[in-house]
């Protein structure tokens, strides 16, 4: 069996903590450590699986990357999409690289921004379905409804399919409140919770039937495709022209062997904030704080202070998250519309939409912490063994000044150390590069200086990374 773990998603009602360039499956939004795509992955120790295949937008690559190294899985792979296609093309995609490997394995198929509190109920749910997918059928997993839901679409339980499953009589698209509470009532309707399991071959099968639009899209992309490192990159012509499904309208809806094992876990999307909010433990006032909060009289109140200390004083039913960089109040009942803020800042070009602050690179951090018209400051902290591009910039030139650890230089035609208390200096237009050559974080402050300090003046000439082919201006990247 692989779990093959779609990890493609924006997270935008979880704004300002959930950006395009780092969505919410990469955040930490729980009471652990961990964040949800590594929860995710965790959450499958005790079964019987092969590593894990993530599907990630390419933007997101170092992002997964890091975090499956965390978790001691540097050998896991990662199938890059150029352009987002929703779920039937993405596992299609996996489905036959396995299939090209001499394999035809169960996938089972995770969304990486899912809470899941009963993991022991959650492997029971996947062995039951073992058999039933072995067996040729494609099985969905329902949830018990715990009210009525307006968010979910539903499955409607048919006849019993062995122990403990059922034939999926009819999917359901979101109802109305009235119409939800009547699902409730019923007891033969649970939430779709867009987690699947079935063999490779029988999921390109019924694409084949269903959708071979979608399946010979894959297919070209997948000839097309090349390994760099542990990364797949798929063949972006190909894949951008294939048409966008989810696996439900594409084969659930219209297969015959559609089955549903109910689950009773503890399972939510975390859609939003009111929905975090649902599943957090409380205080006795029904109040939900982190970070450093202070609070008289509020009640029913998420609090999220990531940098500052936030007070409350008399409020109740708000959410209120802090970042370095925003600030969102959000009544808890309307906390669905912060997409519209969203929305509103990608208009407006604001860099809120797409980024943090704090920024991660493959090679470590940096944090703007400081600008003007003709000036930023960036807090940069590089990985033992790291380093920069060999780049170039247009109009800006920049001063760096090392606080602590050891820096290695390339400034023009020279190189050279930097260390605690030196500083250097790269003119405008002149070719360099950063490296730690230690084995403790490198630490500096860069000075930048000019006309124009986009992000989208940087020519790179090499990158240990890959992210250069050979000369690439590339925009909205930094290092």
Known sequence: MIPVIMSGGSGSRLWPLSRQLNPKQFLNLGEGSLSMLQATIKRLEGLDMQLPRLICNEEHRFLAAEQLRQLGMDNAGIVLEPVGRNTAPAVALVALQALSEAQDPLLLILAADHLIQDTQAFHDGIRKAVPLAEAGKLVTFGILPTHPETGYGYLERGEAEGEG???????????????????????????????????????????????????????????????????????REAFTACPEDSIDYAVMEKTRDAVMVPLDAGWSDIGSWSALWDVSSKNGEGNVFRGDVLNHGSSNTYVHADNRLVATVGVEDLVIVETKDAVLVAHKDEAQHVKRIVEQLQREKRSEFQNHREVYRPWGVYDSIDQGPRYQVKHITVKPGAKLSVQMHHHRAEHWIVVSGTAKVTNGEETYMVTENQSTYIPIGQVHALENPGVIPLELIEVQSGAYLGEDDIVRFSDKYGRVAPVVVETLVAG
């Open 165 to 235: 499953a059922y034939v999926v009589s009819r999917f359901v698209e979101k109802p109305d409140l009235e119409t939800a509470g009547r699902y409730l009532a019923s007891g033969n309707h649970f939430w779709n919770s867009g987690m699947f399991l079935f063999r490779a071959s029988r999921y390109i099968a019924e694409l084949q039937e269903f959708r071979p639009d979608i399946l010979e899209a894959c297919r070209e992309a997948m000839a097309s495709s090349e390994q760099d490192m542990l990364f797949t990159r798929v063949g």
